[in-house]
Each structure stands twice: as C-alpha cells, then as structure tokens.
C-alpha cells in the first residue's frame, strides 16, 4: 500500500507539473475556455463598505470559471484525460477526486449577469445603476473572459424610520420594541437589512405569545415624495385582512407530558396530575417528580419559543430518550377574541434501557509484549426510573513477552471491574431552583473501579478508586467537571528479588510506588468548538487542575513521622495542572488540517517528594507521538539501558507535545491522514537513574519528532483508525546521531477514534 500511494504522488507530480498548465489542446473545435469574470464600480460619491458590497457583487458573476492553482488547471486537465477511450485507473480515480467538467464562453449569459448586478445594487439602495458588460475573446489561446463596469448613482439615505398607528395590541408590542431596531436615521437602503428586521419583529412577538405570527405579515413601505436629496422615510404596517388568530398571544392551557412514547403505536391513557401537568404512562416509566424539573413550560404562561427550546435541550439532556418533540395544539373552543389557548404536548421516545457492549483489541509494547485484552460493557438507561444511568465495565488482558532470549515467556495479567452511576440531578445539600442552570441541570457522578494487574517474575499492583463529583453543560459548547472527592489506593506486593533490586536502585522510582493514598479533588474546563462542523475555523480547549493531599495533611496533622501517614497508609501531596489545545481548520467539504499542543505539569511537595507512579505524565503510543511506542519516550534525553525494564522508569512530571494532521477523503467511509508529531516528559529534578531526564533551557532539542501516514474508517463517527510512523529525531541517541528519519522500523499503530 504504501509504494502504490507512493507511486500515486509521483505520478500526480509529474503530470501537474508538465502537462496540467496545457489544456488548450483539449478545447473542441469552436468552443473558449472561460476564465472568469471582473466588476469594478465608478462612482462620483463614497461608498461605505465599499470592498463588501463588491465581494456580493462578486458573487453573482455567474458562472464560475474551472479552478486554477499557480496557473495550472489540474482539475480540468483530469476531466479531459477520462474522457479518453481508455483512461486508465489512476485518471478515471483522479478525475472522481478533483475532476471538474469545463465551463466555455457558451455558458456565460452577460445580460443576465447585468440584471442580477443591477437588482443586487437596488436591494442596497444604488437605483437607476446601470451596467456595461464587455466579452474579451482570445482565439489564439481559446479563453474568454467578460469585464462589467457598474456606473452607481447616489444612494437612498433613510431619514426616519416609524410604525403606522392602529389600537391593536399588536401594534402597542410592536411599537415598544422599535427602539431597539438596528435601523437608524442616516443609514443606507438595505433590502437584506428590512428583513432581518422583520425576522427581529416576529421574534420578539413570538416571545411574548404571539405563536401565529408570521414575519410575512409585516410590510414595509418607503417614502421619497416628501424629501429631496435622495432621503426615504420608512413605514412599517400590518398587511391587511391577515387571520385574527395571527395577532393575538397565546397562552399554555394546559402541559401533557408522554414519558415512554413509541413512534406510531397508542399513547398511554393513564393519567397522573403532578405540579399542574399531565403525565401519560401505564406504567412508571420515568417518575413525575424526577421528570418535572426539566419541564419549563408551565400552565397559564405565555407561550415563548425559548422556554420550549430550553425545555427540549434539558430533556434530551436526560440521556435516557432518542426522541423530544414538543407538539403545540391551538384550542379552538375557548379562544376568545384577546387571547388564544395552547395544549402543550410533550412525546419523549425513550432509548432501549438496557444494552451490552464488547470490545476486544491486540496490543503491542515497546519492551516486546503483546496479547488481546477483552473489555465488556454493561449499561442500564434508567435505573431507578429517574433517568439514572449505570454504566459497568469488565477488562481482562493478557500479554507474553515475545521473540527468544531469557526474558521469552514472560507475562502479564490484567484485570479491572469499573462501575458508574450518573444521577442526572443535583445530589447536593442546598436545593436550586430548576430554573437556577439556564442551560442544562447538572449531573451527579459516582464511581468505584477496581484494578489488578500481575507481572511474572516482578510484581502484583492492586488499586481501588472512588470518585464522587458533578459535571454540566453551561452552554453548547462549555462543560464542567468538579469531582470534590477523589480517592485511589494503590499496594504493590509479591514483588520478585529482581523488581525489588530495580527499586533500591532507584529511590525515584521507588518512592513514586510507595505513596499508596491518593486523596485530593478535581476540575475540568472544557471549551468544544468542534461539535460545531460547519465552520472553517474550530477550537477546542481543556484545562484540568488536580489537587492532593491537603485535607488529609491537615487532618493527621504535624506528626514526628517523616513521611506522614494517614490510617497507615503514606499519602501522596501534590498540585498538578495541564492544557490541551486543539485547533481544525477545514480545507474542503471532508478533508481539514488538525492540530494539537498540550503542556502539563505536577508539582510534590510536603509528603511527597515525587508524583506517585499513577499520576506521572508520559509520552509516546496511538493518541501521542505515534513514531514511539507507549512509554518508550523520555524522560529528556535519557537512554534506557534495557528495554525489559524501560516501562516504568520512562515518565516525568512535565509534558510537551504537539501534533498536525492533515486529514482527506479516499473511498466513501475511508479517509487518509499523513502527520507529525513532537514530544517528550522531563522531571524538574535530577534523578541520577534518570540522566538527562532533567528540563532545561534546550528542551526544544530533545523532543522526539516523528511522522507517518494512516487510514481511518469511520462508519457514523464510529472510527477504527490505523497509523504508520517513524521517527525523524529520536533524543535518546547521541548527539549528532539524532536525527535521521528511521523508516525501516516503523511503529504501527491501532486505535479507536481520532487521536485529537
């Protein structure tokens, strides 16, 4: 796969370079290329927002011509080479890719293109422009090319702007909001400007109850009979004969609410009344005092599109349902000529409540283990028909050192039992208002895992972590994460004779082992720009900040013991805090140039003098620097004298890292990538074990740098993602040796989901 891609470019190279810049020969007999279109303004008066209104002008110069890159016209030339007898593979794959069908002089209609200029400068207030198109053939090269000139007179300046008067009550809402209009005395005639004024209007309306109206139903009339100098006043009026029901508010008669709706099939006829609300479920599905909450529409309020907006957001919000639609019903029978009654119907189309889940992946480490983990999945949707979610999760995985020598046959075991549960609610001692989180209630998380993880000839390490905490949504795309309790145990026992010789070899490594408490808090910020596709530019930024130890130091207090203990245990005491920032920029319709810098940081102090080993940064593997494997990079400039026990020494408490990636369409579903990737960890302190692991000044110079290509298959955001890559700089070398790009030992590497 790679000498074909490889030969692809190649081939692309040659033929753009040589041959894309003549297309002339491909012409038919009687036919010129058209080359594009130009607009200029003359005018004896300023224009404001001059270079804007030429770009919309711009924008109507109606076709477009076939795009040109330095000169060159790959696209088109592709076009042609497939329309031969006998294309070939790589033309007809090139030509499906970036191929375009030529536009000639013969599509281009220059009056047509003068009317839309014309309407285009009216609608910004330029009347009684005109406009001149001027065709310029070269038969000699075969391309046309058309030139408008657009002459514009003075434009039309608003000198008020007001509303007709009239002794609905409409008119009365209307006319408060005026002041508010973005139209103002002295600016120009904007038809774009009128409607999204109208569109302003119908807003405001619709969120004071007025759920019929129409922004159609709005008209604008301009006056120029009563002003010299090109002036207009602008009046704003009803139409005429418009329904009655259009201009009167509603109110909510009454909230039906369906929480365990099926598309298609009966609605529950069981009715429960709660907090002024109609619950429809044969049986408890959700229980009205945990849904009502997340219910804002209330009866005998005014409909406002808003509070409907917020009420299907918090819903869906729940996790539990696929589905929220929320149907309004105008109740004819007891509308009265001043105020009109809605029925508020709210479906909500529950997600199947229980579901399993299995994973299994094959795993490859730098020190020569491989083997399959196995990870199953449970998850229950509702548990306590409070839209609780449990969530449980079994691994197992087993490795075996490969290839030959005295360490063959080793292995390693790992199992590991996590389980969540996620109130999607507030379990907090002082009760808030529902309407206290404008944007989305706060969830409440708890979880308990348990991990065990076995090393032949070296050692059993054992933990236990709880948390307990609360995340939330303040807006689309911020998200926050406060876990105010936070524990992990760790005990590392039936260490073999050789395990503990590396340990009182390295007072660093051992002491990073030793601290077997880990008690503290968490906050997470999270800024998520991406979820946003339609734009060009995306950001996406998460900081977390990790506090430990504290409270239990202030608690066990200033013993003579050095280090502290709390329940017998040495406690770690640590301030650790890092950024990962990440910005897209999208290049075409599927294709984007993603990049990421991340810098983190951990600070022991009081009873610890290291991080503890569960907490130290490290570098290298699928979602890091792909050209190393996982944990086989750093710390600095360090060199391990084995790779059987590089494992654990290789991790630090400073990270840096930064990656790019461009990322385009092959094949429907199939996307390539080609990347780089830079990093490495230090330690702030020097570790003799560890030479050269310390941070300086020339940190720039020990990073480890690499870069490769992939494949990823994404199926509905669903991505298996496979990447080759080698390193171009490798720090652990000396110096002078560094780099040199290692292609003949790649890495590769096998993922879910895209590593940034």
Known sequence: MKIYLKNIIL??????????????????????????????????????????????????????????????????????????????FINKFLNKKIGEEPVYGSDVDPLRVEDLIKNRLENRGFFYSTVISTVNRNEKNKTMNVDYTAEIPEPYILEKYMLDTDTLQIYKEINTNLKNSPLSEGMRFDLSALKLERERIDQNLKAKGYYNFNPGYLIFEADTNQYQKKKFGLYLRLKKDIPRKSIIPYKIGSVNVYPNYEVGSDSATTKTRYAEKNVFQNEIFFKPKRLDPYILIEEGKLYEPETSRNTARRLSNIGAYKYVNINYRVVDSITTDSLGVLEANIYLSPLSKRSLSAEIRAVTKSNGFAGPSLALGYTNRNLFHGGEILNLTGKFGYEVQMGGGAQAGLNSIQLGVEGDIIFPRLLFPINFDKNFFSYAIPKTKASLGLDYLSRSKLFTLGSISTRFGYLWNANRFVTHEFNPISLNYVNLSNTSQEFQDILDDNPFLQSSFNQEFIAGLTYSFTYNGLVDQSTRHQFFVNTTLDLAGNLIDAISGNSQEDPQTFLNLRYAQYAKADVDFRYHF?????????????????????????????????????????????????????????????????????????????????????????????????????????????????????????TGFGLRIDVQSFVIRIDLAAPIHDPALPEGQRWEFDYANPVLNFAIGYPF
């Open 11 to 88: 081939y692309c190279l040659i033929v753009i370079l040589l041959q894309a810049c003549n297309v002339k020969k491909f012409i038919p007999e009687g036919k010129l290329l058209y080359t594009g279109s130009s607009v200029s303004l003359n005018t004896d008066t300023t224009i404001k927002r001059r270079a804007q209104l030429k770009n919309e002008l711009q924008a109507v110069l109606l076709p477009e011509p076939n795009n040109k890159i330095l000169g060159m016209r790959p696209s088109l030339y592709f076009y042609y080479k497939a329309q031969r007898e006998n294309p070939g």
């Open 586 to 706: 999208k290049t075409g319709e599927d294709s984007k140039i993603a990049s990421r810098l991340f810098a983190g940081y951990g600070k022991p102090y009081g009873n610890s003098d290291v991080l503890a080993f569960t907490k130290q940064y490290y570098t290298g593997g699928p979602y890091s620097v792909r050209a190393f494997n996982t944990r086989s990079l750093g710390p600095g400039t360090y060199t391990p004298p084995s790779q059987d026990d590089a494992y654990f020494d290789q991790a630090g408490n400073i990270r840096l890292e930064a990656n790019v990636e461009y990322r385009f369409p092959l094949f429907p579903y199939l996307y390539g990538a080609v990347f780089a990737d830079a990093g490495n960890v230090w330690n702030t302190e020097e570790n003799g074990n560890l030479e050269g692991g310390e941070f300086s000044s020339n940190f720039i110079n020990e990073l480890g740098i690499g």
